[in-house]
């Protein structure tokens, strides 16, 4: 007898006194178990239907000894008839029975007919019904003969079975035989269906109580381990047994237990892990952005909100973080980020919070109790940051930008209290680093205006807003034009009286360049530009070259050279009246990919120029490297040379610089006859300034050009005309 679930309460450690109802309604219940299963019926079935054939075998052989004892008894009581209505026996040649007598012997008994022989068979006398039976003397003469329909039996009596000397043939009345042995057989059948039924389900019980009880116990538990694998409800026996089944069902139990138990701790261990990544950071075990937010939340409710306190929410940034990860390796730069991460936690109180919000930004919660300032502790913070950092016998000086906001100063918002602490942060690297500024309100309209001109110059693009115009580009010792640089203009159409304005490039190419967009906006400068060139010598201009400026952003990141070869293929433009502008910040930051990249474009037939050389690196040692035709000098030092010797001595060593390595050397900026003086008495080979021309569109380029040249059929000569 098994338990029922109620029962498994000692499974879990709780203690149970059932009452006998109870008992009984859960005995009922385990054997109502059994005969719901298959297994059992299957064995009923099998049990009752083998006792049943043998039974019926059986049946059959007691069926044939009951006619047979039936046909003995007849036998008998016929004899003991026919051996009284013999009389006198001494004439053995006269009939023994009178007429009479052998009348009464038919009436009186089972006798229905009666043929009397002598000792020589020789027939002397009969009586009643005509019998076929007679002596013979052969050992295989029939001594008993049946009808067909069973109703007479003749038997032949010898002599010695009478004791007299006769051979007496009787045909007898056997129509009791068949009831007699059909009630038998109904007895029979009765006793036998109720002791089969009897050994069925006392067999059952047994193997009930022995096997299928412990099976669908065994079964009903790993079923309910399979629905709960870590809380199964198991069953157990009322009576322990030591058998095989006993012994299986204790072991399937104590697996199911053992499992359910991994289960739980494997689970507690996913369940940790999955915090440990869903809520902190891997390299420095500090809480990430999203623990920070939800803990920062919390606090906002209990601390301002409840407690009317205030809390100051700091990001601190590495400055220059990726250069030394670029130039020292990612390992280092792990490190330092656990130094930092260390040193953060210990300059500030046991009540911040320390998270890794990003690759190099780190989130700082700081309760600040009563009137207090935060600016004390952010000092801290940047004070212990002066320290420099020592790594694998490398010292590292670190500095930070810092942002701060403050709750509820600020706002009560978490996610609004750190988008303000970070739109600090990134003022803070705006105005060069290595400073703390404090959120303000001014700084989140910059923020927001600087969304809707990203926002805008996407329609922008979309919209055909953007325009290029053209700067013409001058040989310093013919003034002929030798080539003209696309510069990119943004129309934004709107409600004014002019019906749009011209937004500044330094207001939406740094916006373009921090999105990506940028990518997208300088392959649609490349194809404008080339087709703009096309379309020039098309309408009969002399060919000279266009210059384009490449941005970082669209180097690195797209497929310069594939756009380079799909805009020349598109726009028919011979890859030698095309040159690419490249500011020298680019060469630095990858200085393979940027060798690579640049033969390339090379191989294409692409002039390449370096823009704003002076302003970034100049080092000698990678310029040699690069295949480039041509350097550009700012146009501060330009502009600047005639009242500042520095910037004169500047533009004069770019030149000689550029000479000795082969290169041509144009300088933008030359405004005035004195600044294209000096050039000239220093040999630079090109200009491209105010002085000649401002930017101008399409359709006044091409007239300028027009103007520009005189167009003569003599011969097909071009005539440069002096500026």
């Known amino acids: 007898m098994t338990e029922l679930p109620e029962q498994a309460a000692a499974e879990t450690g709780a203690s149970a006194s059932p009452r006998e109802p109870q008992l009984l309604r859960r005995a009922l219940g385990a054997q109502a178990l059994i005969w719901k299963s298959r297994l059992s019926w299957r064995i009923t079935m099998i049990v009752f239907i083998t006792i049943m054939m043998v039974q019926a075998m059986v049946m059959v052989y007691t ?14 009581e016929a004899r003991a008839g026919i051996v009284m209505s013999i009389g006198d026996t001494r004439d053995q040649l006269r009939p023994p029975v009178n007429r009479d007598e052998g009348l009464n012997l038919i009436s009186s008994t089972l006798v229905q007919g009666f ?46 079975e009478l004791a007299r000397p006769y051979y007496v043939a009787a045909k007898l009345d056997a129509r009791r035989v068949k009831p007699s042995v059909v009630a038998h057989v109904e007895q029979t059948l009765v006793i036998l269906l109720l002791l089969a039924c009897f050994v069925t389900t006392v067999l059952m019980i047994v193997l009930g109580e022995w096997l299928l009880q412990p099976m669908i116990l065994l079964r009903q538990n790993l079923l309910s381990a399979a629905k709960h694998p870590e809380k199964p409800v198991l069953l157990r026996p009322a009576r322990e047994s030591r058998d095989e089944m006993g012994l299986t069902l204790r072991i399937a139990s104590d ?28 390299l420095t075990n500090l809480p990430n952005r999203t623990f920070f937010i939800e803990k920062l939340d ?20 590495i400055d220059h973080f990726k250069d030394i990860n670029d130039t020292m390796g990612h390992d280092i730069g792990d490190r330092l ?5 260390k040193r953060l936690v210990k300059s500030l109180p046991r009540d911040a919070l320390v998270a890794r919000a990003s690759a190099d930004e780190f989130m700082l919660m700081i309760p600040l109790p009563g009137d207090a300032s935060s600016e004390v502790i952010i000092n801290t913070i940047v004070t212990s940051m002066a320290e420099p950092v020592s790594i694998l016998q490398e010292r590292f000086q670190v500095r930070v930008s810092v942002g701060a906001a403050h709750a509820p100063d600020d706002g009560v918002d978490a996610r609004q209290i750190v988008k303000n602490a970070d739109i600090a942060l990134t003022r803070a690297k705006e105005e060069g680093r290595d400073t703390v500024r404090y959120y303000s309100e001014d700084f989140d309209r910059v923020v927001q205006q600087r969304f809707q001109l990203l926002r805008d110059l996407r329609l922008a693009l979309d919209h055909n807003q953007l325009q290029l115009h053209y700067h013409p580009q001058f040989n310093l010792s013919t003034g002929q034009i030798i080539g003209v640089e696309a510069l990119l203009r943004w129309w934004c159409p709107d409600n004014s009286r002019e019906g749009g304005r011209f937004i500044p490039p330094a207001e939406f190419i740094p916006v373009a360049e921090q999105s990506g967009l940028i990518v997208p ?21 002399p060919p000279f070259r266009i ?22 293929r598109d726009t028919g433009l011979e890859a030698r009246w095309l040159e690419l502008e490249v500011t020298e910040s680019v060469f630095m930051e990858n200085v393979d990919v940027a060798i690579a990249t640049l033969d390339r474009l090379h191989k294409l037939g692409c002039e390449l120029a370096v823009d704003d050389f002076g302003t970034g690196y100049s080092s000698l040692s990678y310029l040699r490297l690069f295949p480039i035709d041509r350097l550009k000098i700012d146009q501060s030092f330009v502009r600047n040379a005639l009242v500042n010797p520095g910037d004169r001595m500047i533009a004069r060593t770019i030149i000689t610089l550029g000479h000795s390595l082969g290169l041509k050397v144009i300088a933008e900026g030359v405004e005035t006859s004195d600044h294209e003086n000096f050039l000239r008495e220093d040999g630079c080979d090109e200009v491209q300034g105010f002085k000649y021309t401002q930017p101008l569109p399409e359709d006044k380029m091409r007239a300028f050009a027009r103007q520009h040249f005189h167009l003569v059929s003599d011969k097909g000569n071009v005539v440069p005309l002096k500026s």
Do not use: M
């Open 115 to 160: 043929a009397v022989y002598a000792l020589d068979q020789g027939l002397l006398q009969t009586s009643g019904s005509h019998t076929v039976l007679r002596p013979v003397n052969s050992p295989v003469a029939l001594r008993t003969f049946r009808s067909s329909d069973g109703g007479t039996y003749e038997v032949l009596y010898t002599p010695d």
């Open 547 to 568: 210059a384009v400026n490449i941005s970082g952003v669209q180097f690195h990141r797209a497929d310069i050279v594939q756009q380079v070869e799909t805009a020349l």
């Open 298 to 317: 919390e606090a906002i409710r209990q601390k301002v909100l409840q407690d009317k306190g205030r809390i100051a929410v700091v990001s601190v940034d």
């Open 255 to 282: 697996l199911i237990r053992q499992n359910a138990s991994n289960l739980k701790r494997l689970r507690a261990q996913a369940e940790d892990r999955i915090h440990r990544l869903a809520y902190y950071d891997a």
């Open 337 to 341: 980020l656990e130094a930092v991460g």
């Open 521 to 541: 906006i300088g392959e649609w400068v490349l194809k404008t530009a080339c087709a703009a060139n096309k379309a020039w010598q098309a309408d009969g201009l």
């Open 63 to 76: 069926a044939r000894i009951q006619e047979q004892e039936e046909l003995a008894t007849l036998w008998r």
